[in-house]
């Protein structure tokens, strides 16, 4: 089915919210080629004005380059965050953005410290399953992302226990064995103080202030499935845009 213009933002808008979300979910990966503004033109029957100007917003956001050879998908420094990596899981792709690759730095049953404890409502000190990743790209670590989950999925999917990389990351391994599937998540953002044991893994010397992500993550219960914090590398940005009514 074409696209349809809807007359309550203005189209130019519209097609590059279209494209965004199609990069940010991973349908569109790092480098692929968006359709000319020509065909972008006749697709969402608009003038090739429009369609120009819907690139450069997409340009002036930092979604695409364009060249002589044509308008590519290029998320260059942008944040990858949990969440947008579970959209690329349902999307289809890997959840691991082009260029980029993932570590597992240690997995297994750890005691919950107080944070995680309130975040998964059990007491703390309870042995809870903890996940820690570095993910990194041609542009140096992208983040360092460690999750924690409730101790009774360690049962239904013990590979979450073992330092080896999910192809499915836990929101799909713990939806294929147990049928909990993340329908709300709750995002907070803050300045932290590198904790001592990730600055190796980050690069950056104890203390130094960076940007924290932490995501708490519900299933169609209403429980808890995960929550996780990204310290994010050196130079990265976290973005978001919303359309406003």
């Not at 519209?14 to 790092?30: M, P, S, W, Y």
């Not at 409502?121 to 903890?130: A, C, F």
Request: proline residues 7%; glycine residues 8%; hydrophobic residues 40%.
């Amino acid at each position: 089915m074409a696209p349809r213009i809807r007359r309550e933002l203005p189209p130019f808008i519209q097609i590059a919210n279209h494209f965004r979300q199609k990069i940010v979910d991973g349908e569109l990966t790092q480098d692929v080629k968006l359709p000319s503004i020509a065909e972008i033109s006749t697709e969402w029957g608009v003038a090739t004005a429009t369609a120009a100007k819907a690139i450069k917003q997409l340009q002036a956001e930092g979604y695409v380059r364009s060249s002589t050879q044509g308008t590519f998908a290029d998320l260059g420094r942008k944040q990858t965050t949990g969440p947008d990596r579970l959209r690329m899981l349902r999307a289809g792709t890997s959840g691991v953005r082009a260029g980029e690759r993932v570590e597992v730095l240690g997995a297994g049953l750890e005691p919950a410290p107080a944070d995680v404890a309130a975040a998964l409502g059990v007491e703390v000190g309870v042995p809870v399953v903890w996940r820690r990743r570095r993910y990194v790209d041609g542009e140096g670590v992208v983040a360092v992302s460690t999750s924690w989950l409730p101790p009774e999925l360690a049962e239904s999917a013990p590979e979450l226990l073992a330092p080896e990389p999910l192809p499915a990351m836990t929101f799909g391994l713990v939806e294929e064995r147990t049928g909990r599937r993340v329908v709300r998540r709750r995002d907070s953002l803050a300045v932290r103080h590198t904790p001592d044991d990730l600055t190796e893994a980050l690069g950056v010397p104890a203390g130094t202030p960076v940007l924290a992500w932490s995501n708490h993550y519900w299933d169609q219960h209403g429980a808890v499935t995960e929550y996780a914090t990204d310290f994010l590398g050196s130079g990265r940005e976290l973005t978001a845009e919303y359309d406003m009514p």
